[in-house]
């Protein structure tokens, strides 16, 4: 199998969010629907601090893997919200309608800056989902290194993300095992236990 990293493109954000779906199926994101979603990846598109990146089988031409970031977090959830309340405010209240139960998340999710670590100016990374039919082929790592060298060309010193600390050995291995370092563990308003990782990419040479 041979895949090939390019950058995210419009005639892309379809099968993004498809495959967004399939991997994270009843998160958040997920349950706000595809056209929030859709809104988002858009979005990466459009601001200057977006990346995002998605992995082809060269063979069959099928989206893989993507992978989403900003360079800087607080900047980008911001303008998000700014540039597209709009339309965001009517894809809410129809997520509302079908799920009430989730206005408090949405509320606090309209606050959302990135939750980024403290004394830090890092990139954060967003999400990675892989096709379940190319899990463990190398696929993750290699959009993951590919990201962290856009990020290193892009001038920054580091990157952070998030991930659920139950219920998810896999992910939580998978980054430590690439050299990603246990930042904290904390609590989510919902009592979410999470974990957030830091790679520093001036102290980690970046290898695949």
């Given at each position: 199998m041979e895949i090939k990293i390019i950058s995210l493109d419009l005639t892309d954000l379809d099968e993004a969010v498809k495959l967004h779906m399939e991997a994270f199926e009843g998160f958040f994101l997920t349950l706000m629907g595809s056209s929030f979603l859709k809104?988002?990846?858009?979005?990466?598109?459009?601001?200057p601090n977006g990346i995002g990146l998605v992995a082809k089988d060269i063979k069959n031409k099928k989206m893989v893997a993507v992978l989403i970031g900003t360079l800087s977090p607080s900047e980008f959830y911001k303008n998000f919200i700014k540039k597209k309340w709009k339309k965001l405010l009517i894809i809410s209240t129809k997520a509302i309608?079908?799920?009430p139960k989730i206005i408090m998340r949405l509320a606090r999710g309209a606050l959302y800056r990135g939750d980024q670590p403290r004394d830090s100016n890092y990139a954060l990374l967003s999400s990675i989902a892989v096709s379940p039919h190319y899990h463990n082929q190398g696929v993750g790592k290699k959009i993951l290194f590919t990201w962290l060298n856009t990020v290193?060309?892009?001038?920054?010193?580091g990157c952070y993300l998030t991930t659920d600390y139950n219920d998810n050995d896999v992910a939580n291995k998978f980054?430590?095992?690439?050299?990603?370092?246990l930042d904290e563990t904390y609590f989510t308003k919902e009592g979410r236990k999470m974990n957030r990782y830091r790679y520093d990419i001036i102290k980690s040479p970046l290898k695949d």
């Amino acid at each position: 199998m041979e895949i090939k990293i390019i950058s995210l493109d419009l005639t892309d954000l379809d099968e993004a969010v498809k495959l967004h779906m399939e991997a994270f199926e009843g998160f958040f994101l997920t349950l706000m629907g595809s056209s929030f979603l859709k809104e988002l990846y858009l979005f990466i598109k459009e601001d200057p601090n977006g990346i995002g990146l998605v992995a082809k089988d060269i063979k069959n031409k099928k989206m893989v893997a993507v992978l989403i970031g900003t360079l800087s977090p607080s900047e980008f959830y911001k303008n998000f919200i700014k540039k597209k309340w709009k339309k965001l405010l009517i894809i809410s209240t129809k997520a509302i309608l079908k799920r009430p139960k989730i206005i408090m998340r949405l509320a606090r999710g309209a606050l959302y800056r990135g939750d980024q670590p403290r004394d830090s100016n890092y990139a954060l990374l967003s999400s990675i989902a892989v096709s379940p039919h190319y899990h463990n082929q190398g696929v993750g790592k290699k959009i993951l290194f590919t990201w962290l060298n856009t990020v290193q060309l892009k001038g920054i010193e580091g990157c952070y993300l998030t991930t659920d600390y139950n219920d998810n050995d896999v992910a939580n291995k998978f980054y430590t095992s690439l050299g990603w370092k246990l930042d904290e563990t904390y609590f989510t308003k919902e009592g979410r236990k999470m974990n957030r990782y830091r790679y520093d990419i001036i102290k980690s040479p970046l290898k695949d």
